[in-house]
């Protein structure tokens, strides 16, 4: 975006660009632990929408944060935080349900 429009987008919302780079890191770093850490309870389906609600929750808080001007972000983070638990739990299901279908799958396939 920065090579097609300039710095205009991020002057308009009150922030840099590197400071939108590391927030997507430090959203994805947290996430990502989340994620690892309760990688074992992943294996059911109430637990794949778990991990997605836990997930997504810093994901939409830090884009929240980041896609508002500096005077009102404070007042963004729970719409952020409600749309980052419910991307979070669709994409929880979508996963759990595309790994179960690999793996019934494979185990036919492969005799495994």
Do not use: C
């Amino acid at each position: 975006m920065l090579l097609l429009r300039g710095s205009e987008p991020f002057d308009r919302l009150g922030t840099t660009v590197g400071k939108a780079i590391l927030f997507y890191l430090a959203a994805g770093v947290i996430s990502g632990t989340i994620i690892g850490l309760l990688l074992p309870i992943g294996r059911w389906l109430a637990g794949a929408l778990l991990i997605g609600v836990m997930a997504g929750i810093p994901v939409g808080a830090l884009i929240a944060v980041i896609n508002h001007s500096r005077v009102d972000w404070w007042q963004e983070i729970p719409t952020g935080v409600e749309w980052g638990a419910l991307e979070g739990a669709l994409l929880g299901v979508v996963v759990w349900s595309t790994n179960r279908h690999l793996l019934k799958k494979y185990r036919t396939y492969k005799g495994l």
